[in-house]
């Protein structure tokens, strides 16, 4: 039985614009003296169990999610720090939890006890492996997110960042991608470039088969690439 597509409120253009603005003002803004230093490393495995769908959602950092042929969600988690003071990163970094939970059919992995941004000097990069067949659906305040192997329903929401995807082009019912501010870019499975226009730049794209990838970021690139 396939899953059920994934449903969520259109978010408001506005709301995303102003996350992507931010973040990127955040970034101009930040200079370290110091190169990013690991400071904390959690791996850990969840069984799916009946779930049908998995959920992400991070505050800070980025992501990166594989498609696999296992049963089990299996979950990396980096947190590096960008200051001098390593022992108050790493006592900060201890406080940050791994939170998975089942719920009506959706695995939720989510992160909690996380600072804002990079504000307290910390970055994070979670790398998450789950069975392909799975829903995926995604919602970052901000960071880089890519997403290769799965052959579900796809939704990345995320306020300012690059996104990288790949999907298999006969499974895509359509591609939906926003961007607020940035490029948006769709590569279909015979080479051609579609590339997004008007404001936010738009792309709508449709095949033959029942997975929808749905897009939707305030500021960066997006970039899908049909297989």
């Known amino acids: 039985m396939s899953s059920p597509p994934l449903h969520r409120p259109p978010s408001p253009l506005l709301r ?12 101009l803004g930040f200079v370290s003296a110091t190169q990013a230093e690991e400071v ?9 169990g009946d779930a049908e769908r998995v ?14 042929t296992d049963r089990d969600a299996q979950v990396e988690l980096i947190i590096d720090c960008r200051r001098e003071d390593l022992d108050k990163c790493r006592r900060r970094a201890e406080r940050i939890r791994l939170q998975p939970r089942i719920s009506r059919g959706t695995l939720h992995l989510n992160l909690k006890n996380t600072p804002r941004g990079q504000a ?18 995604i919602d970052v305040s901000g960071g880089d997110v890519s997403v290769h192997g799965m052959t ?9 960042g690059d996104i990288e995807a790949t999907f298999p082009q006969d499974q895509v019912e359509y591609v939906k991608i926003d ?13 051609n470039r579609i590339e997004g226009s008007g404001f936010p730049k738009s792309i709508t794209w449709r095949g033959t088969g029942t997975a929808r ?15």
């Open 120 to 137: 307290q000097g910390l970055g994070a990069t979670m790398k998450v492996r789950i069975p392909r067949h799975l829903g995926l659906e």
């Open 40 to 48: 904390r490393r959690v791996e850990q495995s969840y069984f799916a």
């Open 55 to 68: 959920k992400v959602r991070l505050t800070f950092g980025s992501l990166e999610v594989i498609g696999t």
């Open 16 to 27: 995303h614009l102003g996350r992507g603005l931010l973040l990127l003002a955040l970034g």
């Open 213 to 227: 990838v749905e897009v939707d970021l305030g500021g960066g690139e997006a970039e899908i690439r049909l297989q």
């Open 152 to 160: 579900s329903h796809l939704e990345i929401d995320t306020g300012g």
């Open 179 to 191: 961007v607020g501010f940035g490029s948006a870019d769709l590569w279909t499975k015979d080479g």
